[in-house]
């Protein structure tokens, strides 16, 4: 099976909003702290990455054939859908009305690295795997954490509640995910296979700012 992944996540309901910039976190390039509308604009980001990583991880897990990361896949899928409705439901604190779109269409180079990210059914579960966990995770751990240290203790605080809650739950998965594949990392040819998939993620995650590259140094 060769699914198409959506430009937006199939929330019911959801229409698009107008072009985002690229990466998660540009509208703290400029001032600090958040405006509601830089907030609102940031975790409507986050939403759309959360339910785009619940698509793509979940529709993977039919394709695996390995019960034990099959398991794993799943466990990460449902946790990351879990997370986008923790942003979805902050929306009505940041201002967020009846009629407004909920998910955003995000900037192209963030799309197209999500189609890169997600692999057609024939690659292998290696590529898979180096690609959720030495790649996404990692550097949406890096956003989360760098979005928290940068965050108003009273202002942000329905923000930074739900930081807090994912960036557990994320290092979690990265440790599980990690030992996992190291398991897979049976040959030389599998780690180069590994760090060939992680290098070309790697380019196309700095392009599209995914990770500490979004934010002032």
């Known amino acids: ?10 929330r019911p309901g959801a229409t698009p909003a107008p072009h985002l910039t690229p990466g998660f976190a540009r509208a703290l390039e400029a001032r600090a702290p958040l405006t509601m509308k830089d907030s609102l604009e ?10 785009s ?16 990361i099959r398991v794993c896949l799943h466990v990460s899928s449902r946790r990351h859908v879990l997370h986008a409705e923790l942003w979805e439901d902050l929306f009505g604190g940041l201002g967020w009305v009846a009629g407004d779109p909920v998910i955003p269409l995000p900037d192209s180079v963030l799309v ?4 890169h990210f997600r692999l057609p059914d024939q690659d292998g579960t290696l590529e898979r795997v180096v690609g959720l966990y030495r790649v996404v995770l990692p550097r949406l ?4 954490s760098l979005h928290l240290e ?14 807090k809650l994912v960036l557990l739950e994320d290092h979690e998965e990265w440790h599980q995910g990690e030992m996992m594949l190291q398991s897979l990392l049976t040959t030389e040819a599998d780690v180069l296979a590994a760090s060939r998939r992680q290098s070309e993620l ?3 995650a700095q392009r599209c700012g995914l990770g ?3 934010w002032p140094g």
Request: no cysteine.
């Open 112 to 115: 197209d690295f999500m189609q």
């Open 202 to 204: 790697e380019v196309l």
């Open 53 to 68: 990583l619940f698509e793509i991880v979940g529709a993977w897990v039919v394709s695996v054939e390995e019960p034990a």
């Open 150 to 163: 940068h965050s108003a203790q009273v202002a942000d605080a329905a923000i930074l509640r739900v930081l």
């Open 141 to 144: 751990i890096s956003t989360y």
């Open 212 to 214: 500490a590259s979004a």
């Open 42 to 51: 940031v975790v409507r980001q986050y939403a759309w990455f959360e339910r």
């Open 1 to 10: 099976m060769n699914e198409h992944f959506p430009d937006v996540p199939s």
